[in-house]
């Protein structure tokens, strides 16, 4: 999902938390009774591991006869995650995959040397109204695999394992975690989790990851002893292991994984370690040289500047 234009988030140092290198505080924005929350890419931290771009979606209580619409859009060089804790989105692409994601599902989608998509409420969910809130995340593509035939995958909730302790829970998304695999196939090394703590909880994050986030999506926590910042993408000093300590009931998203081979530049849905291969996907997309989503008419036109 991708909505223009593209505001890059403060961010906020963490004075006196050993552990926490940064918070990235994001900036809410309201789409039309949809409100989204970008938390990467940022001025202070471009990526967590392969992670370059983080928005938190809703949440969103549709009235009966509303939704969303993200009418087809290009992306190159990275693959979309679409993951929800309420709601349903229906995903179409240029391959074309129609599928409907729901709550624990993953959506993985390689764009690679490009492909079309678009995100809507389907026909039934929209008629009922309801719920939608999830994450919808990028990860950049290692330059070996930047120009990679697009692709798509789903995963349904029931196929990604958890993995459980004293008093937490966790769905592995992508990854692994004690000896645990995810079966979503990932480019780079890649970890992603959905993390659910009981009060009093309390979570070992190891340091294996080279790059860490923890990212709060309900409750109040605490990382080595100290509270943190509501609604902020906590990204970690490296090569330390913490202790996340629930205050409240929580849920979480932990991400990260090895830091990416080189800078990559972000423009719009486009990534790409080459400043002149977004120039070329501009081009393409402006005379409609991507492939077309089947039975969409429609397209978001390239934006101006």
């Excluded at 240029?94 to 490009?114: C, E, F, H, K, Y």
């Amino acid at each position: 999902m991708s909505w223009v234009p593209c505001d890059e988030p403060a961010a906020a140092p963490v004075g006196g938390f050993d552990a926490i290198d940064v918070a990235l505080e994001g900036k809410a924005k309201d789409l039309g009774g949809f409100e989204v929350r970008r938390l990467l890419p940022s001025v202070r931290r471009r990526m967590v591991g392969p992670f370059i771009f983080f928005d938190r979606m809703g949440p969103a209580d549709f009235a009966p006869g509303r939704g969303i619409d993200v009418r087809p859009h290009p992306h190159i060089g990275l693959a979309t995650v679409t993951y929800l804790f309420a709601g349903e989105i229906l995903h179409r692409d240029s391959l074309g995959s129609v599928q409907p994601i729901r709550p624990g599902d993953v959506n993985w989608m390689t764009a690679g040397r490009g492909i079309a998509h678009s995100e809507r409420t389907g026909p039934a969910t929209r008629a009922a109204g309801g719920p939608l809130s999830g994450i919808q995340a990028w990860v950049a593509l290692p330059r070996t695999e930047e120009e990679c035939e697009p692709a798509f995958s789903h995963h349904a909730a029931e196929a990604l394992p958890f993995v459980e302790g004293e008093g937490w829970r966790l769905r592995l998304i992508a990854g692994s975690w004690e000896g645990v695999h995810s079966p979503v196939t990932t480019a780079w090394d890649t970890l992603y989790l959905d993390a659910a703590l009981d009060p009093g909880a309390r979570l070992l994050f190891p340091a294996e990851h080279e790059e860490r986030a923890v990212y709060p999506v309900e409750g109040s926590i605490e990382i080595d002893g100290r509270p943190t910042p509501p609604d902020s993408l906590l990204v970690l000093r490296p090569g330390q292991a913490v202790t996340i300590a629930s205050r409240t009931a929580s849920r979480l998203m932990l991400l990260g994984g090895a830091a990416m081979d080189g800078p990559r530049h972000i423009w719009w849905n486009f990534v790409s370690s080459s400043p002149e291969r977004i120039e070329q996907a501009k081009q393409d997309w402006r005379t409609q040289r991507f492939a077309p989503v089947p039975g969409d008419t429609e397209f978001i036109p390239l934006p101006e500047g």
